[in-house]
């Protein structure tokens, strides 16, 4: 595996840099204390001197990658006055969009989170996720009281647009034959919102799920 050159920094720093390249691409149980003291260029004494185990020492790398996540001002505040969706989606799709492109690993370290050591994952995204999260959703559910946005399930829209700016770029690349969707984080933004925005469009007509038949036993004990 080809790593990547670690910045100049504290002892500390360098050991959290080289974790995070680590666990993202080999997963918590794929990764060793060696071979991360090897990348950091220090000992594994070294290593737990500055760390107590191996589990703290990924917390450490994912709280690391996870500074800097608080999206600006402007995009926070235009949410909490419920901006029209016109101007906040836009924004709040290329903050989405600027996790997907600028940190990669952070998304890889939350995936190794929720795979290998679940329950810790909850309490970290708790802390550090959902607050931006919750303010999307209250967001949406405001506006879709106002009837600005169809009547529908504010969590799920949420949900909905997360994953899109998180997870659309690696499939279109599968769909379209390794071509990148989008080459800069508004532009991106930008069309994630128009789609949104249409299929979110008050004026555009809902078609329920057509009821099915009840069949007699075809049920989940």
């Keep these: ?59 450490a790398s994912l709280r690391a990658h996870s500074s800097g996540l608080r999206p600006r001002k402007e995009v926070l505040e ?21 996790m997907e492109r600028f940190k990669p690993d952070l998304l890889r370290l939350l995936a190794v989170s929720f795979l290998e050591l679940q329950g810790k994952a909850d309490e970290f995204c708790s802390q550090h996720l959902s607050p931006f999260l919750s303010m999307i959703n209250r967001y949406l559910a405001e506006n879709i ?22 997870l659309h770029p690696g499939v279109s690349r599968l769909i379209d034959c390794g071509n990148p969707s989008y080459y800069e984080s508004r532009e991106a933004g930008r069309a994630y919102a128009r789609f949104w925005l249409g299929v979110l469009s008050p004026g555009m007509s809902a078609h329920p799920l057509p009821v099915l ?9």
């Excluded at 235009?78 to 600027?98: A, F, H, N, Q, Y």
């Excluded at 946005?149 to 700016?165: E, G």
Aim: proline residues 5%.
């Design 145 to 166: 009281k106002r009837g600005r946005l169809r009547d529908l399930d504010s969590t799920i829209v949420t949900a909905a647009l997360t994953l899109t700016a998180l």
């Design 1 to 59: 595996m080809m790593s990547l050159p670690l910045k100049s920094s504290t002892t500390k720093e360098r050991i959290t840099q080289a974790a995070a390249q680590l666990f993202a691409r080999q997963g918590y149980h794929g990764t060793s204390t060696r071979e991360i003291a090897r990348l950091a260029e220090v000992s594994e004494n070294t290593l737990f001197r500055q760390f107590e185990n191996k589990e703290e020492l990924f917390w």
């Design 78 to 98: 235009g949410l909490t006055r419920c901006d029209s969706p016109e101007v906040i989606l836009p924004k709040v799709l290329e903050v989405l969009t600027d």
């Design 213 to 221: 038949p009840t069949v007699p036993g075809n049920y989940i004990r």
